[in-house]
């Protein structure tokens, strides 16, 4: 091999080693660049403000989606603890949907061992419990949520079983869908509306029979929590627990197509978290903590496009804002309309590390937030700034409802207390 041949070999190996190390140093510097979130720069909100109205609470009925009934707060008041409850929850059971109901002064309260106990409001002594458990065919099955239409009550099965009955232990009527029921029932327009797996179904409350049925799908479920479900006018719209997405027309009883049903979403194995949220004629949906649409159904139009949010560790709407907590507990409060910033607050020396939003309420022109520690904060809707806050003795929350002057609390997993100022 002569001596030209050689440096040129080695001209070769020198460029192509070189070339290798640039190569793998803008990977790593890509990499790098990928692994870091880019900070998003939000545009301020300068031509509206924070909608603050609320919609009118139905007393004729009660579910998980109800609305909460705060008239009246004191952050200056300490709340009083009147009764902790447990709801024998065990842990294969994934049941964080139960609700109790204060109804004709009396406290109504499920537990997951199917007792439908009944407490009188004015000194907690126990009026009445009912047995449900010898109405249900499944050993391993267990409530996963209750509704009330006006005096009939209606309990909800992890196996697909329903049960109608009233306050004097009597059942109405009982039916077996046969399939597995996790999400919570919800209440439209006096009918009673189911999301199961890939299915979602009406429900008519008087004899259990079926309104209509739709299936998106056949496939096999590999996740049966979550889900979600809200409605516009006559249009329902939904997240089924495999993470599919519908829209109903009920008065047409058929499925109805639009701008967001036939929408290509990004794919998820796990939409737990997944929350959809309508307010005037918009439409918005808050995908996997971090991808924010809304749609002008009205105009069958997109407002926000897949616009990304970052390092958000829970959120919550309300009227025509998303409220964003971060990982670092800055609070960010953005319009759902056009993703402009309302404002933004410092929450870090009142909440606790990983704390959660739990829910948001209004009185005049505060809004209050409540948080998975137990703290409660009172905010200026205008500006964010901080009016007074208040730490509940408790924590671990997972739910609350207010209801008369009653605050009810789901925490620990298997425990209701109720507080009252």
């Not at 259990?208 to 719209?237: K, R």
């Not at 049903?261 to 737990?272: A, G, M, R, T, V």
């Not at 607050?345 to 309420?361: A, G, H, P, R």
Request: hydrophobic letters at 40%; a positive charge; aromatic letters at 14%.
């Amino acid at each position: 091999m002569n001596l030209k041949l050689i440096d040129r070999i080695f001209l070769c190996f020198l460029l192509l080693f070189l070339f290798s190390c640039e190569s793998l140093e803008f990977l790593s510097e890509k990499n790098q660049i990928n692994n870091q979130e880019i900070k998003i720069k939000d545009i301020v909100e300068n031509n509206t403000k924070i909608n603050l109205n609320k919609d009118p609470i139905n007393a004729n009925i009660d579910d998980f989606y109800s609305g909460v009934d705060l008239k009246i707060l004191n952050n200056e008041v300490a709340f009083s603890k009147i009764k902790t409850f447990s709801t024998k929850r065990k842990k294969t059971q994934n049941s964080k949907n139960l609700i109790s109901f204060i109804y004709k002064n009396q406290f109504i309260f499920l537990d997951l061992k199917s007792n439908i106990n009944i407490y009188d409001l004015k000194n907690f002594k126990l009026i009445k419990s009912i047995d449900l458990k010898t109405y249900i065919d499944f050993d391993n099955t267990y409530p996963t949520s209750i509704a009330r239409i006006n005096n009939n009550f209606y309990v909800f099965y992890s196996e697909g079983m329903i049960l109608n009955f009233n306050l004097k232990g009597q059942i109405i009527w009982s039916k077996n869908l046969k399939k597995i029921i996790k999400t919570p029932i919800k209440i439209y327009n006096n009918n009673l509306i189911a999301l199961l797996g890939n299915d979602i179904i009406s429900i008519n409350p008087l004899n259990g029979d079926i309104n209509w049925e739709f299936s998106y799908g056949s496939s096999e479920i590999f996740q049966a929590m979550g889900g979600d479900i809200v409605n516009l006018n006559h249009l329902l719209f939904f997240i089924l627990p495999d993470g599919r997405v519908g829209e109903i027309n009920t008065i047409f009883r058929q499925k109805n197509k639009s701008i967001f049903s036939e929408y290509d979403f990004l794919p998820s194995i796990n939409n737990s978290s997944d929350k959809l949220h309508s307010f005037d004629n918009i439409l918005s949906y808050f995908d996997q903590r971090k991808y924010l649409y809304s749609f002008d159904i009205g105009k069958n139009k997109i407002l926000l496009n897949r616009e990304k949010t970052n390092n958000i560790h829970s959120y919550k709407f309300y009227n025509n804002s998303i409220f964003l907590l971060n990982k670092n507990n800055l609070l960010k409060s953005l319009n759902i309309n056009n993703r402009k910033l309302f404002w933004e607050i410092d929450l870090t020396n009142l909440v606790y590390k990983d704390d959660k939003i739990i829910q948001i309420s209004s009185i005049s022109r505060s809004l209050i937030f409540f948080f998975k520690s137990g703290v409660i904060i009172e905010l200026n809707s205008l500006n964010g700034n901080i009016i007074s806050s208040h730490k509940l003795k408790i924590d671990k929350i997972t739910h609350l409802l207010f209801n008369s002057n009653y605050l009810i609390l789901y925490h620990n997993d298997d425990k209701i207390t109720l507080f009252t100022q």
